[in-house]
């Protein structure tokens, strides 16, 4: 596999996750900032290491199993691991521009 394959996975899976959306707060999953990292390795395993926004966010078992699911059927991929962490802890310093816009927050 190539690097340019690798990238064009890791962009692709950018755009699975835009369409993922946190169901208490409008807006999906890439802009609020809970996805840290997106890494593919030559093997076509995904790593996605994600937040949520509170340690005790009541929906965590189904944005984890939505973010597993959905990037699962990203071309190329054969494997994903969702690593859920609180390291940093989540701010809105870490929503998109976008995000911060559509929640009306600028």
Do not use: H
Not at 2 to 11: A, K, V
Not at 35 to 56: F, G, S
Request: glycine residues 2%; hydrophobic residues 45%.
């Amino acid at each position: 596999m190539t690097p340019q394959d690798i990238l064009r996975m890791e962009q692709d899976i950018v755009l699975v996750l835009k369409n993922i959306y946190d169901p208490e707060i409008p807006v999906n999953v890439y802009d609020l900032g809970l996805i840290y990292e997106i890494d593919v390795e030559p093997d076509r395993t995904a790593n996605i290491r994600m937040t949520l926004t509170a340690p005790n966010c009541p929906m965590a078992d189904q944005l984890v199993e939505d973010v597993n699911r959905e990037v699962a059927k990203v071309k190329g991929i054969k494997d994903v691991n969702v690593i859920l962490t609180f390291d940093p802890p989540w701010d809105r310093s870490m929503i998109s521009e976008e995000a911060l816009l559509e929640l009306g927050l600028m």
